[in-house]
């Protein structure tokens, strides 16, 4: 399986194939007046507004740099229940996720990624990891990532009833 490895301030984190729609350059968007701490606003993808969080900001508190490796990495939020699992992916909705050097592939069977045996319960989005010669990589699950008041204000008017 191929992961694409990004990384949050020091760290690196990995995202399965299956969420990613593609991976683009940073955009100009539209902001969200008071939207919850992360949410940069809105973009534009082939007409469809979409919406764009920051994962540095919504994890570290922080912005993302402005830097080339900078990414949008557009993703299909899956559903969170698994009575929705049969919804196909093309109407799954979209959600844009800055992440810093967003620019590296990694290909490993998926059972290569072991439980830490440690969680932290406000970030039910960090998985399993996995070690190599440059450290620890971490898998973010895409489905996990926003807590439910989050997800259904920036993914109610997206068609998916959640």
Do not use: C, W
């Not at 559903?79 to 093309?90: E, F």
């Amino acid at each position: 399986m191929l992961f694409l490895i990004f990384q949050l301030g020091r760290d690196r984190y990995a995202m399965e194939p299956q969420h990613i729609v593609e991976v683009l350059p940073m955009l100009q968007t539209k902001s969200l007046p008071q939207a919850p701490p992360g949410v940069l606003g809105l973009f534009n993808y082939h007409g469809r507004a979409v919406p764009l969080l920051d994962l540095m900001e919504f994890s570290h508190g922080r912005p993302s740099r402005g830097a080339l490796s900078t990414r949008i990495v557009l993703v299909q939020y899956p559903s969170p229940d698994s009575s929705a699992a049969n919804t196909a992916a093309s109407e799954r909705p979209l959600l844009g996720l800055v992440a810093e050097q967003a620019t590296t592939l990694l290909r490993l069977p998926r059972e290569e990624f072991k439980e830490a045996g440690v969680s932290v319960k406000s970030t039910p989005y960090l998985g399993p990891i996995y070690t190599d010669q440059q450290g620890v990589v971490q898998l973010v699950e895409v489905g996990k990532l926003l807590p439910v008041e989050v997800r259904d204000l920036l993914l109610a008017s997206s068609g998916e009833a959640y």
